[in-house]
């Protein structure tokens, strides 16, 4: 008869099987996949999660091809971009918050800051930080705004694979037509 905690403080010893994933995922992988979804780094990630630093690398590569693996990574990135409210919509309007940044929208008509509290989210999501200058006996209040120039990149970037996408795939492609008041009207036949 074997004893139930035997088998705990004593495993069986089990042949790797070649060519094929366990069957399940053990713990030191699991924490190389929690670990993995801290920075993205594989090699990082294997060092942090206890495997050799000599081959931190090879281990890295071989979890990341492993299917079980792959799919807690994918997983967790899903729960990821849930918890954080990622997608590609999301991505898009924080791009175009910057991209189309109008610095007059941060000052009263009065020439001063409105204050962090009262600033619209377009306008929110553009400020980077703020600074505060000792000018003579008085300290004056200073926005330091995010760099347009890589969200206007980001935007160019974005209306390429658009419009590429729309060449190679016509029949899956959104036409957009945009409609005056004039073209509305009905044409008049001349008699």
Same mark, same amino acid.
């Given at each position: ?17 070649r ?19 801290v ?12 495997y050799?630093?000599?081959n ?5 590569? $071989? ?9 807690? *990574?994918?997983?967790?990135?899903e729960?990821?971009?849930? $918890? ?5 919509? $999301? ?11 109008? *610095?007059?929208r ?27 200058k000792?000018?003579g006996k ?6 330091? *705004?995010?760099n ?10 974005i209306?390429?694979?658009?419009k ?28």
């Amino acid at each position: 008869m074997v004893r139930k905690d035997s088998i705990l403080l004593n495993p069986p010893k089990v042949k790797k099987s070649r060519g094929r994933p366990p069957e399940k995922l053990n713990a030191k992988m699991l924490l190389f996949v929690q670990e993995y979804m801290v920075d993205r780094c594989g090699l990082k990630a294997a060092i942090r999660a206890g495997y050799s630093d000599s081959n931190a690398s090879a281990t890295a590569i $071989r979890l990341l091809k492993n299917r079980f693996v792959k799919e807690a *990574i994918q997983i967790a990135t899903e729960a990821q971009e849930e $918890r954080l409210e990622l997608s590609a919509d $999301r991505t898009l309007l924080e791009i175009n918050r910057l991209a189309t940044f109008d *610095i007059r929208r941060l000052y009263k008509a009065d020439g001063s800051l409105i204050p962090i509290p009262e600033l619209d989210d377009d306008m929110a999501a553009c400020v980077k930080g703020v600074e505060f200058k000792k000018i003579g006996k008085e300290y004056v209040k200073e926005y330091k *705004i995010w760099n347009k120039e890589p969200a206007l990149v980001m935007m160019k970037d974005i209306q390429k694979l658009v419009k590429e996408n729309a060449d190679a795939n016509p029949a899956e492609s959104v036409e957009i037509e945009f409609v005056t008041e004039s073209a509305r009207r009905p044409e008049r036949e001349v008699a």
